[in-house]
């Protein structure tokens, strides 16, 4: 007969008093799973962290909720699937987003109140917001016990769709919706966020795109000056502006490459040799690779090309990738390395999805980037919630306050 009363988590005390979970009725919550993502956050400091970055004028003689308390409370609502601001005026009262908070259920004071998120969404400047999201890089940075050798980092856009007149919303014709494109930066190796930025609804230049990058990579230097940073993204984000700065400033980079009379050209006779074969075998499918050296009008020099040619029954389909790498066979760059990049829409669609990242529904886009971080910091709390494998890890530090 097993014993079901046992308990298999350990949860820190607060004010002195121990916190037990039980089943024997009285106030109850469904979302207990909030003390997880408590002891994630005690962990990681996030709302300790960003609440640092922004001013907080107000009268320290009557401040109710601290500005971490606010933070912490509005990032633990979106991770248990409140997305809403509204949410805040029922959960305030919730026992165990109280005790999340370190307030005890009945006694302690309740949370914050949806006016007071909404406010503090809308207050941070835009030099507030780039702190903010520096933050998040070294939280990213800080991941890492020691220097990574090499990096890759996928970048990519998604689509916002806003539902009313949002400043930065632009009609898109592609997707046919007024909407934000934001740029979502991750490492998809560890799945872990590195910079998610809010930006109009169009296709972002190449001017664009480069100073996104060089804000990142300076900051990311800071912690790691010797690892060798590797961008990947599909066909519009290797633009000429981006490529040349890669090549000055020692970054590698993969990127989609649109094809073109002049690149078929390059690798006819491989293709006509892999179609040849096929129709021979009476394959289904015959996959090969060829690389070639191609430089558009645009770009400053000569680059590395990289093709995947596959025939089947219905015809030739040829995909081109451009690559500041020497190294590696044209199958490894194509396959390994640039396919790879799939991973970072599977984490966007998390990010998306599973924690309503696209609740930007505030009239102004710095409150709307706001939201992004907080959303971006519920990411990182539901990372570092540990496996059942890592429950260990859960049990609370020695207190350095005696017991009551």
């Known amino acids: 007969m097993t014993n079901d009363n046992l308990l298999p988590f350990s949860f820190s005390a607060v004010e002195h008093k121990k916190i037990t979970a039980a089943f024997d009725g009285g106030r109850i919550t469904s979302d207990g799973g909030v003390m997880l993502l408590a002891q994630a956050d005690r962990r990681l400091g996030i709302a300790d962290r960003l609440a640092r970055e922004i001013p907080d004028k107000r009268d320290a003689d009557r401040v109710v909720h601290l500005l971490p308390d606010i933070l912490r409370a509005r990032i633990f609502a979106i991770a248990c699937g409140y997305e809403d601001g509204d949410d805040r005026d029922q959960l305030r009262t919730d026992p165990a987003l109280k005790l999340a908070c370190g307030r005890l259920a009945d006694t302690g004071r309740d949370l914050c109140s949806q006016p007071t998120v909404s406010r503090w969404e809308n207050a941070p400047s835009l030099h507030d917001l780039i702190r903010l999201m520096g933050v998040m890089i ?3 940075c800080a991941s890492y016990t020691v220097p990574p050798a090499a990096v890759t980092f996928d970048i990519d856009d998604t689509v916002d769709v806003a539902h009313g007149h949002q400043q ?12 934000f494109l934001p740029i979502h930066v991750y490492d998809t190796a560890t799945s872990q966020p590195v910079a998610v930025l809010l ?3 169009k296709t972002a230049s190449g001017i664009e795109v480069r100073s996104h990058l060089r804000r990142l990579v300076r900051r990311i230097r800071r912690h790691w000056p010797q690892t060798q940073i590797t961008i990947r993204g599909d066909g519009h984000y290797g633009r000429p502006e981006v490529m040349e700065w ?5 970054v590698d980079f993969v990127f989609g490459l649109p094809g073109n009379a002049v690149l078929d050209r390059a690798v006819d006779e491989i293709a006509d040799n892999i179609r040849t074969h096929r129709a021979l075998d009476k394959m289904p499918c015959l996959r090969g690779f060829a690389e070639t050296t191609y430089r558009a009008k645009t770009w400053n020099t000569a ?27 044209a199958e490894h760059i194509y396959e390994t390395l640039y396919c790879a990049r799939g991973q970072a829409e599977n984490l966007i669609k998390l990010h998306k999805a599973q924690l309503a990242s696209d609740r930007t529904s505030c009239r102004s886009p710095l409150a709307n980037q706001m939201r992004l971080i907080l959303h971006t910091a519920a990411y990182w709390l539901m990372l570092t919630v540990p496996t059942p494998s890592q429950r260990h890890m859960l049990s609370p ?8």
């Open 168 to 179: 930065l919303s632009l009609l898109n014709a592609h997707y046919d919706e007024r909407c």
């Open 246 to 250: 890669c090549d000055v400033n020692g």
């Open 199 to 201: 930006r109009p609804g």
């Open 303 to 329: 680059r590395r090309a990289v093709a995947r040619i596959e025939a089947t029954t219905k015809g030739l389909d040829t995909r081109f990738v451009v690559t500041s790498i020497e190294t590696g066979s």
């Open 397 to 404: 530090r020695p207190s350095s306050t005696p017991s009551a």
């Open 138 to 140: 070294d939280l990213y």
